[in-house]
């Protein structure tokens, strides 16, 4: 491709490509009222332009809805199929780093090269054929029929796809004919979209079931598992119930995926994946559910990968320069079980110290590992439309609960949410950034903390200081808590303060957001 008389290199082509993702980003989308069911019709025009009807109804779909859960479920389902000899592709959101995290063949992200081949060929079509009454696809529309593109090309034995949001008027829903459906743990979450209750959520996912096509769901609220079941019953859908796997049943092996809820989501992928198996005609022999799992299973199981979920790393900088120990401690929980899910998980590391099976073998050779001290600090951000005041208290009590105290809990605006989906490189820290929303997150910490020692809640303006960092960028500093106005300044202060203190080992747990999980793993592994 030429720009300016010179051949552009990869990277030039693919921030190229990211330009036109990002064209696609509308403040509609950003609400996604789309899964409201806003001309959901189009994406069969879009099936029609990119000639994508008939390769869809070929695939043989493991499609999988839920609150929580989700994008583990499907992951482990791939590593199991995977390890049983098929050729796998998996679609999940959102992505952390790079956008092309979101479509994995055989467990692997698609290179640069598929990707940008397979991107505008779907971008130029629809861009040659759309019009007012049929406009180009919002954002995650156009990676949901990127997916079925790649997958129909790479011809892969089985796709899994992840819902985005919802799931009667998500992209992916435009699959007709699924193998076998999912649905994760239900609970609280977009509510703004999905309903108030549980119920009103319950019958938005199952909007993925179809007619007389099996389906799998995990112990759900009495509320919730009605809904599924009505919903099921009108479509003679044979729904069951997947109960979580026996940590028997892995012969004495782990789990990949850390934390006691994925015992859960690896028995609904297990549910989800025999009835696959037996559905396209590879039944497994003398599958005794109450004993081991095959091999293959157990494969799956305990070698499958997912970035920022129960994920545990090493701060490289404080690690090569030899100036202090640092680790974060990651997971994109974001609705208030989840969030205590994720509380238990970094109660249960930091407690027992136990992470350094986790770590690389430089830090296990380490002879003074286990007798230094510790100090957990929290750093934060959730998207505006989430309760804090359902999020942080269940964090803070959960970990309490467990003997974990934080030292200090740190807010900060993320550094990008989808004004530039995955590119090359960190975008620029706005110095004008409007901090109130971190403000308020402070409010409720700080009253959290001075209701839980006894005390009455306080003005936080009154007793807080407004101070600039060596960058020259603003900080607010509280009793227990801190506000940056840049992600960048706030890991810099951890790595000075873990500088000025290396007989003290420092456990940040990062947590609230998978954009802001996305964001710190950029800056942790340049």
């Known amino acids: 491709m030429a720009k300016g008389g010179s051949v552009e290199s990869v990277a030039e082509r693919y921030e190229s490509m990211l330009d036109a993702l990002s064209s696609l ?5 950003r609400a996604d009222k789309s899964n409201k069911g806003d001309r959901f019709d189009l994406l ?19 499609h999988v809805a839920g609150t929580k859960g989700k994008g583990s479920t499907c992951t482990f389902a791939e590593s199991i199929l995977r390890n049983c000899g098929f050729r796998t592709g998996l679609f999940t959101s959102p992505h952390l780093i790079d956008v092309r995290e979101r479509f994995r063949l055989d467990g692997v992200e698609i290179s640069e090269e598929k990707f940008l081949e397979y991107f505008w060929w779907c971008y130029d079509r629809l861009k040659a054929k759309t019009s007012d009454d049929v406009p180009m ?38 699959v007709q004919a699924p193998i076998v459906c999912g649905v994760s743990s239900l609970g609280y979450d977009h509510m703004e979209i999905l309903g108030n209750t549980l119920g009103e959520i319950a019958g938005e996912k199952a909007g993925i079931f179809k007619h007389e096509i099996p389906a799998f769901t995990v112990p759900q609220p009495d509320e919730a598992m009605q809904v599924l079941e009505e919903k099921a019953s009108k479509l003679n859908v044979n729904l069951q119930v997947a109960h979580p796997i026996d940590v028997s049943s892995l012969n004495g092996l782990k789990l990949a995926l850390e934390g006691e809820h994925q ?21 497994i022999n003398n599958f005794n559910q109450t004993g081991p799992l095959p091999e293959p299973f157990i494969k799956g199981l305990t070698t499958a ?14 690690e090569i320069e030899s100036v202090g120990d640092l680790v974060f401690y990651l997971d994109g929980a974001h609705s208030p079980e989840s969030m205590e899910a994720c509380a238990k998980w970094f109660s249960l590391c930091t407690r027992d110290d136990n992470h350094q099976s986790n770590l690389n073998p430089e830090a296990q050779q380490q002879t003074d590992e286990r007798s ?16 804090p005041q359902l999020l942080l208290p269940r964090l803070m009590r959960t970990c309490a609960s467990h003997g974990v105290h934080f030292n200090k809990a740190l807010f900060v605006p993320n550094i990008s949410v989808y004004h530039k989906v995955g590119s090359h490189t960190l975008p620029t820290v706005d110095p004008q950034v409007d901090l109130s929303w971190q403000f308020a997150l402070q409010r409720v910490w700080e009253n959290l903390m001075q209701s839980d020692k006894g005390g009455e809640a306080f003005n936080t303006d009154q007793v807080c200081e407004e101070v600039k960092d060596d960058t020259g960028m603003s900080v607010r500093c509280c009793k227990n808590s801190s506000v940056f106005s840049s992600l960048p300044s706030a890991i810099k202060w951890l790595r000075d303060t873990a500088q000025k203190d290396r007989f003290v080992r420092f456990q940040v747990l990062v947590t609230g957001s998978l954009h802001l999980v996305g964001d710190v793993l950029r800056l942790i592994k340049k």
């Open 305 to 318: 990968s997912l970035q920022g979920r129960a994920q545990i790393v090493r701060d490289q900088f404080t």
């Open 263 to 283: 015992f859960l989501n690896a028995g609904l992928a297990v549910a989800l994946c025999t009835a696959w198996l037996q559905r396209t005609g590879h039944p």
């Open 137 to 174: 696809p919002t954002y995650f529309r156009f990676l949901a029929l990127l997916a079925f593109k790649i997958f129909a090309a790479e011809k892969v034995d089985v796709a899994i796809l992840e819902v985005g949001l919802g799931g009667r008027f998500d992209a992916t829903n435009v």
């Open 372 to 387: 230094k001290d510790t100090a957990q600090i929290l750093l934060f951000n959730c998207m505006s439309v989430r309760d």
């Open 25 to 29: 980003i509308t403040k509609r989308s």
């Open 44 to 62: 069969f025009d879009y099936l029609k332009i990119l000639e994508l009807e008939d390769a869809i109804s070929e695939l043989k779909i493991i």
